[in-house]
């Protein structure tokens, strides 16, 4: 009777690991794309990405970039006081989207620009993304808002 017992067990915790390592797997699957890391200007300056990696890119729109091309595509520079970057986009901008403003772009490198498949900007004055804070403040040219 006891080793019936032990059977059983032991065959309950095999298959509860199964379970665990097939639950991590498919969490891993999900996961695989979803995943977009943050980077800097200065932080792609110092170290590239790899080629078709999808990645997130954020600063300040820089003055005097900002071109609009044929149809919906649009050209500009994102700064964080230490180097800049190129960015491409096609689509709808958001409204709040404008030079010397803080924005976060979803997309991929292709040669030396950033080309962007969604732009995040600043939903009212005060609010800036915290990478885009911290990004800038590294570089030593963010300052605190008067509340």
Request: charged share 25%; proline share 5%; net charge negative.
């Amino acid at each position: 009777m006891k080793s019936l017992k032990k059977k059983r067990r032991i065959q309950i915790i095999i298959a509860a690991t199964v379970a665990l390592v097939l639950a991590v797997g498919l969490i891993g699957y999900g996961f695989r794309d979803g995943i977009n890391l943050y980077r800097s200007p200065s932080q792609m300056a110092g170290n590239p990405p790899e080629a078709g990696e999808v990645f997130r890119l954020g600063g300040l729109v820089e003055d005097g970039t900002l071109k609009r091309g044929d149809g919906e595509t649009v050209s500009f520079s994102v700064t964080d006081g230490g180097a800049s970057v190129p960015v491409r986009f096609t689509g709808v901008l958001p409204d709040l989207f404008a030079e010397g403003q803080g924005m976060i772009g979803t997309g991929r490198m292709e040669g030396d620009t950033f080309i962007a498949s969604e732009i995040l900007a600043k939903h009212d004055e005060n609010y800036m993304p915290r990478e885009v804070i911290d990004s800038l403040k590294e570089q030593g040219v963010y300052e605190e808002p008067n509340s």
